[in-house]
C-alpha cells in the first residue's frame, strides 16, 4: 500500500468522523462536556489531512533521491520537490490524467513510477519524446541521427575521493552537468522485456530505439552509473508523476538548498 493511497483512506476516515461530529454528535453534546476521544484523534484532523491530501496531490509532492544515478545534478540525500500540474492534472492514488496541460520537454528532470515496478518511484531526466530515434553508441548520446554535443568541464570529486570526468550537455533548453567516463566498458543488455522492446536494437557498441507514442526515454546524468531507459525501457504517460524542480534540504550540506537545471 503506497502513501498516496494510505493518505486517501486517513481523509476518507476522519472526513466521515468530522461530518458525524459536525451535524449530529455536537448537536447532542452539552455545553461544556469534553470532546469524545474519536474527536480528539480523529474528526480533528480532519481539515489538516484534507490540506496535505490537496497539496500532495496537486501542487508539490516531496522526494528523497535514493541513489547516486542523477550526480552530479542531484545528490544523495538531496530532499526535492516535484510539481505535480506541470504535466497536466491527475486524480490521486489512480494516477490518472483528467486535464492536459503541458508535455514533458527534453532536459527536464522527472519523476515517474517505475515501469518494471510501479510501487516504486525513479528520477530521471527526459531524453526521448514520443516518435524520438535514440541511439548510444560507444558512449555518444545521439537524437534523430544527430550527435548530442558535449563540451568538458572540470572532473568531479566523487563521495568516494576519486574524480570522473563531467561534460556539459545540452538537451532541448536545458545545459546540464553529466559524468562520463569514455574510458571504461560496459555492455548495455536489457534487464527484462520491456513493452515495447521491439523498437530497440542492442549491439556490442550500444543501443538504438525508437520511442513509441505516448512514451518517454529516461536516462541518468551519471550515465555510467544508472539504471535507466537504455536497460528496461520507456516510460509510459501513466507513469509520471511531476516534474523536479526544487532542493528544499540536504541534511549533508545546506549549500545545496535551491534550484537546479
Not at 527534453?106 to 519523476?111: P, T
Request: hydrophobic content about 40%; proline content about 8%; charged content about 20%.
Amino acid at each position: 500500500m503506497n502513501f498516496a493511497l494510505i493518505l486517501f483512506v486517513l481523509l476518507v476516515a476522519t472526513g466521515l468522523l468530522w461530518l458525524v461530529d459536525h451535524f449530529i454528535s455536537r448537536k447532542r453534546r452539552q455545553p461544556g462536556t469534553p470532546n469524545p476521544w474519536w474527536v480528539e484523534y480523529g474528526a480533528s484532523f480532519f481539515p489538516v489531512i484534507l490540506v496535505v491530501f490537496f497539496l500532495r496531490s496537486f501542487l508539490v509532492e516531496p522526494y528523497k533521491i535514493p541513489s547516486g544515478s542523477m550526480v552530479p545534478t542531484l545528490h544523495v540525500g538531496d530532499f526535492i520537490l516535484v510539481n505535480k500540474y506541470t504535466y497536466g492534472i491527475r486524480l490521486p492514488v489512480i494516477n490518472k490524467k483528467v486535464i492536459e496541460l503541458n508535455a514533458p520537454q527534453r532536459g527536464d528532470v522527472m519523476v515517474f513510477r517505475y515501469p518494471v515496478n510501479p510501487s516504486l518511484d525513479y528520477i530521471k531526466r527526459v531524453v526521448g519524446l514520443p516518435g524520438d530515434k535514440i541511439a548510444y553508441f560507444n558512449k555518444q548520446l545521439m537524437i534523430n541521427g544527430k550527435p548530442v554535443p558535449l563540451d568538458k568541464d572540470q572532473p568531479y570529486l566523487g563521495a568516494g575521493l576519486f574524480y570522473t570526468p563531467r561534460y556539459q550537455e545540452q538537451l532541448g533548453a536545458v545545459k546540464h552537468s553529466i559524468l562520463l567516463d569514455r574510458e571504461t566498458e560496459a555492455p548495455i543488455l536489457p534487464i527484462t522485456r520491456f513493452p515495447h522492446i521491439e523498437n530497440c536494437h542492442y549491439n556490442a557498441n550500444g543501443v538504438e530505439c525508437v520511442v513509441p507514442p505516448g512514451h518517454y526515454f529516461m536516462m541518468g546524468d551519471n550515465r555510467d552509473n544508472s539504471q535507466d531507459s537504455r536497460y528496461w525501457g520507456f516510460v509510459p504517460d501513466e507513469n509520471i508523476v511531476g516534474r523536479a524542480f526544487f532542493i528544499w534540504f540536504n541534511f549533508s550540506d545546506l549549500k545545496r538548498i535551491g534550484s537546479f537545471k
